[in-house]
């Protein structure tokens, strides 16, 4: 028997919350930080125990491996994603202002002519 969606949401069930306050679905560059950090702590705790078989430091790696990959790549993910979202607005307002001022005197566009209506 298959969830049944609220009636404010068509299609949705609760949202996947890890650790319970880390909304995966809604938060942007948030499920690729998790993922890449996971793959990155599996690589650095691997890669380490394969060279010292240290089995306990190892975990260590993995841990701060973790930790490392995960912020970098949230940090990299939000400055791209603020990024975007101050180039959006900026083209935004340009829209904006284009279909405010297209064909009026202030214009950039209109070419000015030659005759002055000043007495």
Not at 84 to 105: D, M, P
């Amino acid at each position: 028997m298959a969830a049944v969606p609220e009636p404010g949401e068509p299609g949705k069930g609760k949202p996947f919350k890890l650790l319970g306050i880390l909304d995966v679905e809604n938060i942007p560059c948030a499920r690729d930080s998790i993922l890449y950090g996971s793959l990155g702590s599996v690589v650095a705790g691997l890669g380490h125990f394969l060279l010292t078989s240290r089995i306990r430091r190892s975990c260590d790696v993995g841990v701060g491996g973790f930790i490392l990959v995960t912020l970098g790549c949230w940090f990299h993910c939000r400055y791209n994603y603020a990024k975007q979202r101050i180039q959006q607005r900026i083209a935004r307002e340009g829209i904006k202002n284009k279909v405010l001022y297209e064909s009026t005197h202030l214009d950039p566009e209109r070419k000015p002519t030659n005759g002055n209506h000043s007495n």
